[in-house]
């Protein structure tokens, strides 16, 4: 009875010793759940992050349909347009 205690004993620390590491340090470890975890809130904080930018485009683009001024103001500043007739000097810094 002592040696099939002590084989069990033995059998149950080189277990432990070579499964349990890999169930802390594996590929489904403890480690690996961690790092999933950590990047799971940074996949929700970027969510948020273009859920409100998704929000300022949809509002800068009803703008852009209602609004005239606002139309004017951007295509001259964003892409440059002039009306027909004007001048436009171009001023180079030194």
Known sequence: M???????????LAWGIGYLPL???GERGL???RRLKRERI???V??????????HMRLEVERLREDDVFLEKAAREDLGMVRKGELVFVIEEK
């Open 42 to 44: 940074e996949l929700r």
């Open 31 to 33: 480690v690996q759940y």
């Open 2 to 12: 002592r040696w099939g205690l002590r084989l069990g004993i033995i059998v149950g």
């Open 46 to 55: 970027r969510n948020g992050q273009l859920a409100a930018q998704i929000r």
């Open 23 to 25: 169930q802390f340090f």
